[in-house]
């Protein structure tokens, strides 16, 4: 099961903590690991955590945070202040993109540069790693980067505590009238290099156009990047038919680490949960609340799930594409659709009634 150290919470995938408590964030990846993708090992330090925080990280809590550190080492095979590097990011429950603080390649250190040297083989690398740390530690934190990766991880956690009170997080809560008593929770995740060759690289990737709304992926990539090069504009990414081009493999599996579900079954909940709110943004048939232990009978079958009925049906059963005139409200859509071409996408669905 994840491990629990205190108030922080190692992301192993065997189970998923409460959203409430690591943020959307590391509850994203804790899912991811349990659906067996690729992510980079990491842990959490609760909301509850943060909030006792604002004076400094107490030191019980500080020794949880080391507990947890030597999880990472372990699962890396790499130490902290030498081969090990780390991101420590913000994570609310409720996603606030852009409006909290992230430390990327925390850890380095001139001698850690100089052991990231050696082993990729490229200087220029281990330099630009470097100095996107001194750069970004420096604007966040206040300060210039101690040479003890142990007091840059602790100032660090402390800095992205604080910034759940930062004027534009506020201002962004006040815009979309939500609660300002959540706080959030702050993971720390080892580090991967997209900044480290052609091949690496860093990206944001959409299961549809968000503009059109035609279920086509839709995504932007950026050779030789890291964090937020893609999402703060300073720079022109590339689409993701330019991935496919470079690395079709990557493409490919890409589309595949993407959106497994086909379907979503919950025990509880109802129809505001997460869980029916994300798949309709997916357009992938849920049913929630079917009540607790009643999934244990499916589960390892093969199953039909009707999101319209509210059904769970053995087996796969035919489906067929309705006549506008069966469903009132799909003939006004399509109605719309011929009135207003310009505005659907022309593979859209409805084009084709």
């Not at 690991?33 to 509850?48: D, K, N, Q």
């Not at 709110?277 to 589960?299: I, T, Y």
């Not at 594409?321 to 310009?342: F, G, I, N, Q």
Request: charged share 20%; hydrophobic share 45%; with cysteine.
């Amino acid at each position: 099961m994840s491990t629990a150290i205190g108030g922080v919470v190692v992301l192993d995938g065997s189970v998923v903590p409460d959203r409430e408590e690591i943020g959307n964030k590391a509850h994203s990846l804790a899912t991811m690991h349990r659906l067996g993708m690729p992510v980079p090992p990491a842990f959490v330090l609760t909301t509850s955590v943060g909030k006792r925080c604002a004076g400094g990280l107490p030191d019980d809590v500080w020794a949880d945070v080391l507990a947890a550190l030597a999880h990472l080492e372990a699962a890396t095979g790499r130490r902290f202040g030498e081969e090990l590097l780390v991101s420590v990011r913000s994570g609310a429950a409720q996603s606030m993109p852009g409006m909290m603080d992230t430390i990327l390649n925390l850890g380095i250190t001139d001698a850690v540069e100089a052991t990231l040297a050696a082993a990729s083989g490229d200087a220029a690398f281990a330099r630009d790693t470097h100095r996107r740390f001194r750069e970004s530690y420096a604007r966040l934190v206040g300060q210039d980067a101690p040479a003890d990766p142990h007091e840059q991880l602790r100032a660090a956690i402390c800095t992205v505590f604080a910034s759940w009170g930062s004027p534009r997080a506020v201002a962004y809560r006040n815009h979309h009238r939500m609660s300002h008593d959540g706080g959030t929770a702050v993971t720390v995740q080892a580090m991967v290099y997209g900044n480290l060759d052609d091949r690496s690289g860093t990206g944001v990737l959409f299961t549809r156009d968000p503009q059109r709304g035609d279920t086509a992926p839709m995504g932007e990539f950026l050779p030789r990047g890291q964090g937020e090069d893609v999402v703060s504009g300073e720079v022109d990414p590339l689409d993701l038919a330019d991935l496919a081009e470079r690395l079709p493999e990557v493409h490919a599996a890409l589309l595949d680490g993407m959106i497994a579900a086909r379907a979503v079954c919950t025990e509880v909940g109802g129809r505001t949960s997460h869980a029916a709110v994300v798949s309709r943004e997916l357009g992938c048939p849920a049913v929630v609340g079917c009540g607790e232990g009643m999934l244990a009978a499916v589960e390892g079958r093969t199953v039909t799930v009707d999101g319209t009925a509210g059904e769970i049906l053995d087996g796969i059963v035919p489906v067929r594409t309705p006549e506008p005139s069966e469903v009132p409200a799909l003939a006004r859509l399509v109605a719309w659709a011929k009135e207003h071409p310009d505005a659907v996408a022309a593979d859209h669905p409805l084009v084709a009634l």
